[in-house]
């Protein structure tokens, strides 16, 4: 009850709305340094981070799902953007680390640390359908007290859509990474297709990382990456954190795992005015998504 007053405030930085303790290291962030073999996942809040953070987490292991399993998945791979005191902040928790590392970050491109680049790091980013993620992220806000509360469905609709939520518009997010996919190390990978084909993606990750990965192993991944499985992995499922922290009793991590669950939370109208914002903020960015399989 009482968390449930806890107010968390949003900082801009270039415009993006942060949380205040991400905006307060902003310096440290900033000049972050990245190593040439750190592997970067970087993520539109929802989109399936933390089973990407899985899978490349395994190949890294070539299938050792005991090492896998050697401390939780936001301990694992340190999410950059999270300054959650007394804790260490992500940075500081990441220049510990012994390479190679993996790290997370859900920032926009643009907010993205400069050494990034000059250290050629390869960055995995995953996308997800705007709707989805929509979902996915109020039912996070409503479970995870260190984001403000989403409001009602209708309410968080319109917020959403406004890119006034932490690390700010769907649009600006999954458009500054695709137009940098060229440029940079980037492979740019999309969650309907993993669930859609899971082995299939799991070989571009192991391509792009340029790992030797055996028949076995590759099914050992998959078996461990799968929704049951990691929903059932404390050490991915994030039920070690006390519930001040996120209560898994207004809705779980491991919530359901498909795509199109915005068909049982968009009312008619709501698609409507949504398709319609979508389709000119994403006319000529050459980007599609399958909002359905
Ligand atoms: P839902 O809320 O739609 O179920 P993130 O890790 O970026 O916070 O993303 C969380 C979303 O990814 C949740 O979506 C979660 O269920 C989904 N997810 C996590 N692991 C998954 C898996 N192995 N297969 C399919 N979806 C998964």
Known sequence: EQM????VKMELVDGVPLPDSTWEMWHQFWNFQAREDDILIATFPKAGTTWMQEIVDLIMLQGDVEKSMRAPCFVKVPFLDLNVKPLPSGVE??????????LKTHMPIKLLPPSFWEKDVKVVYVARNAKDC????YYFQRMNKGLPDPGTWDEYFSTFL????AWGSWFDHVIGWWN???KHRILYMFYE?????PEREIRKVIKFLGKDVSEEVLQTILHH?????MKNNPMANYSVLPSVVMDQSISKFMRKGKVGDWKNHFSVSQNIAFDKEYK????GSGLTFREEL
Do not use: C, H, I, W
């Not at 449930?4 to 107010?7: A, Q, R």
């Not at 406004?162 to 939520?165: F, Q, W």
């Open 225 to 229: 990456t799968s929704f049951e499985v």
């Open 280 to 283: 000119e903020k994403m006319e």
């Open 93 to 102: 928790a990441a220049n510990v680390m012994p390479s190679p590392r993996l």
């Open 180 to 182: 940098a996919r060229d």
């Open 4 to 7: 449930k007053n806890f107010s």
């Open 162 to 165: 406004a890119g006034d939520v």
């Open 134 to 137: 929509m979902v996915s992220y």
């Open 193 to 197: 297709d993993m669930v859609e084909d």
